[in-house]
């Protein structure tokens, strides 16, 4: 009987070990947190097999789709202050219509918010 026990304990923990790892897995491929790795490897992968790419043809997908990403980041560069600007100003417009202890709180949340969206932001 206590064999059975310690069986049974043994396998419920790697069991709870095997949820969790796939749980922390799915959170942080299916939250964004991983793709950005692996984005174009996955697209060279499976154009290469959906396509049949020769190794040049690879080799050359390859280079086009890092000069995409360069483009984007000089596009996402170019823009960033602009949405920053509107994102300010509406800002200053919720302030507006808030009283001062409302805008005290509203000031926290946009902290907060800034500080969550600069941990999770992605490397350019």
């Known amino acids: 009987m206590t064999r059975r026990a310690y ?10 070990v095997i949820v969790g790892a796939a749980g922390v897995f799915f959170y942080g491929w299916y ?8 984005e174009k490897q996955h697209m060279v992968r499976r154009l290469t097999r959906e396509l049949n ?5 690879v080799q050359q997908l390859g280079q086009l789709i890092d000069g995409s990403i360069k483009r ?3 596009l ?20 507006q219509i808030l009283t ?25």
């Open 7 to 16: 069986l049974y304990f043994t396998l419920t923990f790697l069991l709870g």
């Open 53 to 57: 790419l020769s190794d040049a043809q």
């Open 72 to 74: 984007y980041s000089e």
């Open 100 to 124: 001062p202890e409302q805008a005290t709180k509203f000031d926290e949340l946009v902290r907060r918010w800034e500080e969550r969206r600069k941990k999770h932001a992605h490397p350019p």
């Open 31 to 38: 939250g964004g947190r991983w793709h950005r790795g692996f």
């Open 76 to 95: 996402q560069a170019q823009v960033e202050p602009q949405y920053r600007a509107v994102g300010e100003e509406t800002r200053k417009q919720i302030r």
